[in-house]
């Protein structure tokens, strides 16, 4: 079969022809019909050889949605041709936090070498993938295999991220986007379908803040070295309940830092390296600062149902699996407006 691999640190990704996987007990083989492009992969390949964590080649593609092709020995509860979507960190399904369906936050995958696929494990942008376990799978049941596979993370991260703050997304609140890209597009839906939050968005680009108010943001400010200002007096000097950083370097950080509203929570989602100080006079009183990672099993369910509901729709451009590695390029330099996605057999 074809698979997009990163071979070779400091290199470019290579389509390359690897032997068939087949599913051992417990396992699933997954037919994959979409796999989306994500920030995350970039910033794996930016990674020096002295501390790169995985073993290579790596077959990249961490969201996953395809049809069931066949099941290892002792599976239930799916079927040869089912649609599912790919729920992406896997844990040992034993601890105490993947009883509770929290596998993002699984107390023993280091220990145990569980990584998520594309991220240690072999990935979905390839025809054919192996999933760890039946329980890492969610019917999509009718949605559109392309629409629905950058919810796997674009849309379950964020959903994570804003249900942390529900309490103080208020009716008068204000929630501030930074970043409006893969994940920060659908931040801004979940925000509307969810909360009765003012959302202001940031972005560095016309084009970007464009795509945020089609998908619903009240206003739209471009993310420079004034924006915190133009946040402040947009908010009459108040600042925001919550801050969502879908960027993470240290501009970025700084400025959600600085338009935080007293007790408002500042959340880092983007790995871009940046931090923001904590302590007296750091930020405004009782800020609270946090760097969440991805989302629950049952987030994803409720994810893929407000789908359903049609209160969140992900802007997609699609790639053939031969032409994934210039989706990358194009990611890279800011080309891709939402959510690049490989059709491994279109």
């Known amino acids: 079969m074809k698979a997009l691999q990163y071979r070779t640190v400091g290199a470019a990704p290579e389509v390359v022809t690897v032997p068939d996987p087949e599913p051992g007990p417990g396992q699933v083989l997954l037919k994959v019909t979409a796999a989306g492009v994500c920030h995350s992969d970039i910033a794996v390949m930016s990674w020096p050889a002295e501390s790169f964590p995985y073993e290579l080649p790596l077959t990249l593609g961490h969201e996953g949605v395809g049809t069931i092709a066949a099941l290892g020995a002792g599976v239930t509860g799916f079927a040869e041709g089912d649609s599912v979507a790919v729920y992406g960190p896997w844990g040992c399904g034993a601890c105490a936090k993947c009883a509770e369906g929290k596998e993002n936050y699984c107390l023993r995958a280091d220990e145990l ?68 890209g893969g994940l920060g597009h659908v931040a801004i839906q979940l925000l509307r379908a969810m909360t009765a939050s003012r959302v202001i968005a940031l972005d560095v680009s016309e084009e970007k803040l464009a795509l945020a108010r089609s998908v619903g943001a009240h206003e739209a400010v471009l993310s420079d070295a004034a924006a915190a200002e133009k946040v402040k007096e947009l908010t009459g000097g108040r600042g925001a309940e919550a801050v969502f950083d879908f960027v993470g370097v240290q501009p970025t950080v700084e400025t959600a830092g600085a338009v935080a509203a007293v007790e408002g929570d500042v959340t880092i989602v983007g790995i871009g390296g940046g931090t923001l100080p904590v302590g007296f006079g750091a930020t405004n009183f009782e800020v609270n600062v946090t760097a969440p990672y991805w989302g629950s099993r049952a987030e994803l369910i409720e994810v893929l149902d407000l789908a359903r509901a049609g209160a969140v729709a992900v802007h997609t451009e699609t790639f053939s699996l031969d032409d994934a590695p210039k989706a990358y390029e194009l990611l890279h330099d800011g080309k891709i407006n939402g959510r690049a996605v490989i059709l491994p057999h279109g």
Not at 124 to 151: C, K, N, Q
């Open 113 to 180: 070498g569980i990584r998520p696929p594309g991220l240690g494990a072999p990935g979905s942008m390839a025809e054919y993938m192996i999933v760890d376990d039946a329980r890492h799978l969610a019917p999509i049941e009718g949605l559109d295999p392309v629409a629905t596979v950058p919810l796997t993370d674009a849309g379950l991260t964020p959903y994570h991220a804003i249900k942390r703050s529900l309490p103080k997304l208020v009716p008068g609140s204000t929630a501030v986007v930074i970043g409006t």
